[in-house]
């Protein structure tokens, strides 16, 4: 098989890549390790900035996320009891976020792929990628029993954090810089009402909690846990017991309950891959990054990500001009570091650290009151919040 754009994964990264590459006539193969049935049901985070829903209805597959997307143009700080409004749209020129599933998000873009014709392999076993500093790169893998191999121009390593795309990097060419932060958070989706209409992030003496949702019906809730906890040891009374305690404020606020639909855990890691290129492989969202979730900038840096590789292979195919491609790692890398130290930020003012000293959490509730009280402050958080420009 030829192909121009070899892309690895069918998360958001690949996908959205794919629609962009086929809206400019350029030919694409994307091969996804996972079937689809489990890409769609995978549940993961659900907030899109501004940037990442503008894009999604100009690429014209926005409709459900229209129709079924909840705009917030706000959220709540919650500390020492008490819940903190911060005005979004007010703060950011009429700007919001909308939560909606990364899930919903995927299930929207193969269906606009499945409807291009355009090749899309999942269960691949054995995914490999070979030359990737020559002019023809490719992709191996075993298909329905076959072995089949894409020859392309460029390879795209939208293959996430567990991807095979960045490890097939010389380690020489390539710099890590990360940091593990020593907790994670259980997340529940409960079959409960909402009973705020906006996202809710609480730093408690307990840890960390946050309320979101995904439906009118169903919320979605964490809490800070150690960071290799086994969720085996959390009955869902227990989990229902921990989240009241942290959530609950003095007005009386606190989710609703209901039957708990799945749990688990995730660790928290912030991790970058510089540069985001090698040869003609270039990595795009979790290959490259990780963000802790607190910042809910995940699925929002994928999107940025494949918008300047998109307008870079546009400018490439068009016009011959291999500029854009050569400054795409130095391009993406501003963004992705800005949503590093806001992500750190949010992560670190947030969340009980078990080393911490007790001046350390009496400076992180001055934090949170000056945020809560500074005009200035919250115009910060909401700018970064509803997401900086997707700059090319
Ligand atoms: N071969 C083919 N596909 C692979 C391989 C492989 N060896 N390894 C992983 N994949 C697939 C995964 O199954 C997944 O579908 O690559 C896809 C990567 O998708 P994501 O992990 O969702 O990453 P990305 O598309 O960059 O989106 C970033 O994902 O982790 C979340 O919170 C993060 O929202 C953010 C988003
Ligand atoms: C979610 O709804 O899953 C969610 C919301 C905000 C975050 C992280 C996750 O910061």
Known sequence: ?????????????????????????????IVENRSQEYV?????????????????????????????????????????GRRHH????????????????????????????????RPLYFEAAQVAVHDLDSARPRITFQHGGRSEEVTCDFLAGCDGFHGICRPAI?????????????????G????????????????????????SMRSPQITR?????????????????????????RMTTADGWAPNTGRILQKGVTPMRSFVAEPM???N??????????VPPTGAKGLNLAASDVVVLAKALTSFYRNGDPVLLDRYSEICLRRVWKAQRFSWWMTSTLHRFPDAAEFDYRRQLADLDYLTSSRAAMTSLAENYVGLPMEV
Not at 91 to 96: F, H, I, Q
Not at 99 to 116: F, H, S
């Open 188 to 211: 529940i989706l409960a079959e409960a009402a909402p009973s705020c209409e906006e996202l809710v992030y609480t730093s408690h003496e307990r840890g960390f909690a946050l309320f």
């Open 170 to 186: 010389p380690s020489s060419a390539v710099k890590i810089y990360e940091r593990e932060y020593p907790f994670g958070w259980l």
């Open 277 to 279: 290129r090698y040869g």
């Open 40 to 80: 769609i049901e995978r549940v993961r985070a659900g907030v899109l900035e501004q940037g990442t829903v503008d894009l999604m209805m100009q690429m014209g597959v926005g409709e459900r996320l229209q129709q079924q997307g909840l705009r917030h143009e706000g959220l709540y700080i919650s500390f020492a």
């Open 221 to 245: 809730l964490y809490f800070q846990v150690p960071p290799e906890e086994d969720i085996g040891k959390w009955s869902d009374d227990a989990i229902w017991d921990e989240m009241l305690k």
């Open 86 to 117: 911060v005005h979004l749209a007010e703060l950011t020129g009429g700007k919001a976020i909308t939560v909606y599933g990364q899930n919903e998000v995927v299930k929207d873009l193969i269906g606009a792929r499945t409807a291009t014709g």
């Open 1 to 29: 098989m030829r192909t121009q754009v070899g892309i690895v994964g069918a998360g958001p990264a690949g996908l959205l890549l794919g629609h962009l590459l086929h809206q400019q006539g350029i030919d694409s193969v």
């Open 281 to 290: 492989l270039f990595l795009a969202g979790d290959s490259a990054h990780i």
